[in-house]
């Protein structure tokens, strides 16, 4: 069944999904992270370290806002 855009009910949308498998997504994006900035200093590749820090901030993130039930940009 096609749904219009937006009206998918957020109850299925978030069926399948739960906190820890979230959080171990935070947590294996941040190793993933490391080692894009490990090897993108390591072969002088600007882009690479430079998504792997963005990577890490945003998966840092993640994680401490699910594991806390924190919001800190709820506006977005």
């Known amino acids: 069944m096609r ?8 109850e299925q949308l978030t069926m399948h999904a ?13 190793f993933i992270a490391i080692a894009l900035i490990y090897l993108g200093r390591k072969g002088k590749q600007m882009y690479m370290w430079t998504w792997g820090t963005g ?22």
């Open 18 to 30: 739960s906190d820890e498998m979230l959080i171990l997504t935070s947590v294996i994006a941040f």
């Open 3 to 10: 749904y219009a855009e937006g009206t998918i009910p957020k």
């Open 55 to 76: 990577l890490a901030i945003i998966s840092v993130y993640l994680g401490l806002s699910i594991w806390l039930d924190w919001t800190a940009f709820e506006h977005f």
